[in-house]
């Protein structure tokens, strides 16, 4: 079994990702409680497609966090660097334009999406801002960002009990429901590694996004940031 360290190698969180494919969207349902559902349905209002309009969906997986979007009437690009993740998206939704391709250096050109979201993809990318870059590169000028990632829980007693549960919790349970239980410790650690929700906003105002703001799922488990574009980027 493959598991990634937090140093993020992008081929071991590639052949990490390879290796969980097979079941990763079962054993999301189960470890986020059936939460996972309710955060897809937020992505989906937060990023309000339009028919006609170009989604790029990052670090797409299997494509399941793409699937809101076709149903509302846009292209949706699902694109991801596991080969696994994809073959395992392709067997699901034949129908999906499942691309290979690296966040850090897309295989788009300049201004084509009217959003580019990513959905429990930017944590595990080793150059987080050189990712938000990109998605600013390939975005429309005025076009937004909408991420959804795991973040800290706001009120401060739910947070301790989220973290034991995080920590302590999820490895048994993973060893349990998933063929691959280390990929979850990798989970844990990598959700308390990463930054807090004022953390993310400034990385994205740092890479250039404008009108940065965030709102909390489930507390704060998840968060979800959005920004957009500013019209005049040269
Ligand atoms: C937890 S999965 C999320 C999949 C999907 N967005 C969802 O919500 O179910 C994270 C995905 O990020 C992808 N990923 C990580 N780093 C990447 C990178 N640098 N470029 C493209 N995809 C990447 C992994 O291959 C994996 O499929």
């Known amino acids: 079994m493959t598991r990634a360290s937090l140093d993020k190698q992008p081929h071991e969180v590639a052949a990490m990702f390879d290796d969980v494919a097979a079941n990763y969207d079962l054993t999301n349902d189960v470890l986020s409680l059936g939460q996972s559902r309710l955060w897809r349905r937020a992505v989906a209002r937060a990023v309000d497609a339009r028919p006609g309009e170009r989604v790029l969906d990052l670090a797409a997986g299997t494509g399941t966090s793409s699937l809101p979007f076709t149903a509302a009437g846009a292209y949706v690009v699902p694109c991801d660097f596991s080969l696994g993740m994809l073959r395992a998206g392709k067997k699901r939704n034949p129908f999906l334009p499942l691309t290979a391709g690296d966040a850090t250096r897309l295989p788009f050109a300049d201004d084509v999406f009217d959003t580019v979201t990513i959905s429990f993809g930017l944590r595990n990318i080793q150059d987080t801002e050189g990712?938000?870059?990109?998605?600013?590169?390939?975005?429309?000028?005025?076009?937004?960002?909408?991420?959804?990632?795991?973040?800290?829980?706001?009120?401060?007693?739910?947070?301790?009990?989220?973290?034991e549960y995080l920590m302590r919790a999820l490895p048994p349970v993973a060893t349990a429901v998933s063929s691959s239980p280390d990929a979850y410790v990798y989970l844990a650690e990598s959700i308390r590694a990463w930054p807090d929700q004022p953390g993310l906003a400034a990385a994205l105002q740092r890479a250039g996004w404008t009108r940065v703001a965030w709102r909390n799922l489930t507390g704060g488990v998840v968060a979800l940031h959005r920004g957009t574009k500013p019209r005049n980027v040269e």
């Open 131 to 163: 990712a938000l870059r990109e998605m600013l590169r390939v975005t429309k000028p005025g076009g937004k960002v909408v991420i959804c990632e795991f973040s800290q829980p706001t009120w401060a007693p739910f947070r301790t009990v989220y973290t």
